[in-house]
């Protein structure tokens, strides 16, 4: 191995010398590779968050002459997938010269839009707001990074002498400021003052490092970041017990699960009054922990201090006044004891909008929580996206790590509430969100198709995915269900799905789908029944066993997974949909199909009685007929095409053509066409339609329904 031997216990060294040196002559690429392996180690920095640069000579466009350029992180990326496209780039010369028209502090936000002037290529990403920062420092590598030990030192109320003690002078101090101009301004004055630094640390936010070449200034970000947490590490402890000790233990994994489970749907529907919320939970050590201690109390409150952190988790969290232990059956009694402490957070979000904001200030955004604690059980975190729920879970777990570290040294100090304001409602910020892509039709929804691993139904779960849901994919069969998965996982990334065993005849496999749905993403409110099978024969043919899969999976199945679904539906009380796959067979008479097409019969019947019972609680049931879906679908399996030709006396091969022509369309109905109209009725366009049947099959008179 071409990876160095190292001593750092803290930190992850992954720097390969025979990588680097493929890389030798080109600094911008040395700068990806180094950027990508200090986002591979989240105790370095967290996704998003930090930033990174390069100082390089490059010919310029229009004269030809050698200029410096400072290659950044570019505005909204992230250094972990960093690649050249994500990359900032702009002439060093041009840059340092806005110091000439910079106005102060109070006009700083201004100098954003004069970076335009100093792009050297016009190709490259937007410049942040930390642009500055690296620009105004003179060294050729530097890194800007949120390490949880660092910021532990940061975030502590004697921080600035710690760091001065700790690294005996060779690292700067610069108390808090708002990322931008001015914060540049102050690196660089810091610098002046201390001429020999090896890095800054930022109060309350972060630290830089920096080297002449790119595996300098990556050695230089890990001893540092190796120091920080070593001197923690010595110090856990020492003052007491970490965070006071515990107050209350832990429920097992088992217990924490159940709870879990039983919560998160009526947490979800709180938590989604102004929008559709997806979920993330997590029982990690580090977070029971912290939620299980004498100071939890005190110290949630206070938020985080980092502006990453801060960004992503809101003020503070909520903190359930729940027994790790109680029964939660008792939904009506559990939501009126709930309601309170979420009405008392969103008064609190607006009490602190109102103090803080400014005449020019963006609107009040959602006063509702983003994480929320149940002590001994685990932290739920809602966002408008499974992956910003995830982050937000990240985010705050980085936060726990820093009031660790800071009450081990000294006292925890988080942003003044104004400052915090000051970010989370930046003008800048503002504009960064107005320029992310609308939301989807299907943003915020849950969606569970049964049978989702092939066929018409991963056709309906891909459907539902490109339009902005989350998907729980299920199959009875494992390796068809993994798949499935990984094919779903390069369409879409890892957080658009989950995957669950199912066998649509099987309540605890019912009930464990619907919590894996809960556990990954805070509830369920589309529902696809979906799976099915088929049998044609003679009524003199058909076995009892036969008649008792056909209905067991069609009818029974349909009727268990809507039940489950449907009391997490209510839970939630933000309404939902359920959509049938029946049948024209449920219309339509035909040879050789007793035990079927009375099973679709009864499928259709079900969803109508379904519609009439729900529709109080705005979930609204449909139906899709398909007709004759051959491709890529189980149906045609098992002796049905066989049995099928043989009732119109053809051969299988003639069956695709025989349906169409059949039609009054003369169409082939593939498993795409049954998925949009499964997403006419769930899009949002027929919001106000229960009960109804949508013919997907090219068109069959005798299946018109009125």
């Known amino acids: 191995m071409s990876i160095k031997e190292t001593n750092f216990k803290y930190v992850s060294y992954l720097w390969d010398d025979a990588e680097a040196a493929k890389l030798a002559s080109d600094e911008v690429a040395l700068l990806i590779y180094r950027s990508n392996l200090l986002g591979a180690d989240l ?74 002037h100093t792009i050297y290529d016009l190709a490259s990403k937007a410049p942040s707001i930390d642009t500055p920062l690296h620009g105004f420092l003179p060294f050729k590598h530097i890194d800007h990074l949120h390490p949880d030990a660092a ?68 050695i230089n970000t890990l001893e540092v970041i190796e120091q920080c947490a070593e ?61 299980n201690s004498k100071d939890l109390d005190r110290l949630a409150p206070l938020g985080t201090s980092c502006p990453d952190h801060f960004l992503r988790t809101k003020i503070s969290p909520l903190v ?118 609308k939301p989807k039709a299907l943003s915020g929804r849950v969606a569970l198709v049964t049978g989702s691993a092939g066929g018409i139904g991963k056709a309906i779960a891909k459907k539902f995915a490109e339009e902005g849901a989350v998907v729980v ?28 065993i199912l066998d649509v005849t099987k309540a605890d496999q019912i009930a464990g789908a619907v919590s894996e749905a809960i556990l990954a993403f805070g509830g369920v409110d589309l529902i696809v029944n979906n799976a099915g099978l088929s049998i044609s024969k003679t009524i003199g043919d058909h076995t009892e066993k036969d008649w008792d899969l056909i209905y067991d999976v069609l009818v029974k199945g349909q009727f268990l997974v809507t039940q489950a679904a449907t009391a997490v539906m209510q839970k939630q009380d933000i309404g939902g949909d359920i959509i049938n796959i029946v049948s024209k067979n449920a219309l339509v008479s035909g040879p050789n199909n007793a035990g079927y097409g009375s099973a679709k ?46 009732a119109y006396g053809i051969t299988v091969a003639e069956l695709p053509a025989y349906y169409a022509k059949r039609t009054l369309l003369n169409e082939v109905i593939l498993p795409v066409d049954i998925a949009n109209a499964c997403f006419a009725f769930a899009g949002g366009l027929l919001g106000k339609s229960t009960g109804n049947v949508l013919n997907v099959d090219g068109g069959v008179a005798a299946a018109f329904v009125r």
């Open 43 to 116: 105790r370095l920095t967290n996704y998003g968050g930090g930033n990174t640069s390069c100082k390089a000579m490059a010919k310029d466009p229009l004269t030809g002459e050698s200029v410096e350029v400072m290659w950044i992180k570019g505005s909204g990326g992230d250094i972990g997938t960093l690649k050249k496209s994500g990359l900032a780039a702009l002439y060093v010369d041009k840059l340092r010269s806005l110091k000439n028209v910079y106005r102060g502090l109070e006009h700083e936000d201004e100098m954003v839009e004069l970076f335009n």
């Open 151 to 218: 910021i532990a030192i940061a975030a502590a109320k004697d921080g600035k002498q710690i760091t001065a003690d700790l690294f005996k002078g060779k690292i700067g101090w610069v108390e808090w400021q708002k990322p931008g101009f001015e914060l540049g301004l102050q690196l660089k004055a810091c610098l002046d003052a201390n001429p020999g630094i090896r890095g800054i640390m930022l109060g309350s936010h972060g630290l830089f490092t920096w080297g002449d070449t790119a595996y300098e200034s990556y």
């Open 231 to 291: 001197y923690l590490e010595q110090n856990y402890g020492k003052k007491g017990p970490i965070f006071g000790g515990a107050k209350i233990q832990s429920l097992d994994e088992v217990g924490r699960k159940k709870q879990a489970v039983a919560l998160a749907p009526i947490l979800r529907g709180f938590c989604s009054s102004k929008q559709n919320m997806i979920g993330h939970f997590t029982d990690d050590v580090r977070v029971l922990e912290f939620i």
């Open 320 to 437: 359930l006044d729940l027994g790790k232990d109680e029964d939660l059956s008792d939904v009506k009694a559990l939501k009126t004891r709930l309601a309170p402490a979420f009405d008392a957070y969103r008064a609190m979000y607006t009490e602190y909008y109102e103090t803080c904001k400014h005449p020019n200030s963006p609107a009040i955004r959602d006063a509702n929580p983003v994480v929320i604690l149940y002590p001994g059980v685990g932290m739920f975190t809602f966002a408008k996206d499974k992956q910003t729920a995830r982050v937000a879970t990240e985010f705050y777990t980085n936060a726990i790590n820093v009031m660790k570290g800071a009450e081990a040294i000294s006292d925890y100090t988080s942003l003044p509430r104004q400052e915090a304001f000051n970010i989370e409602y930046w003008l800048l910020e503002e504009a960064k969100l107005q320029r992310m892509p």
């Open 473 to 500: 994919l299920n199959d009875m069969n494992a390796e068809r269900l993994e798949g499935a998965g990984e094919e779903f996982k390069k369409l879409f990334g890892k957080d658009a799905y989950t995957t669950a």
């Open 601 to 646: 019969a009864a499928q259709l019947h079900l969803s109508r009685l379904n519609a009439a019972e729900l529709g109080a609680d705005k979930i609204r049931v449909n139906v899709v007929n398909p007709d004759a879906v051959i491709s890529d679908s189980n149906i045609w399996a098992g002796g049905w095409a066989e049995g099928r030709a043989k």
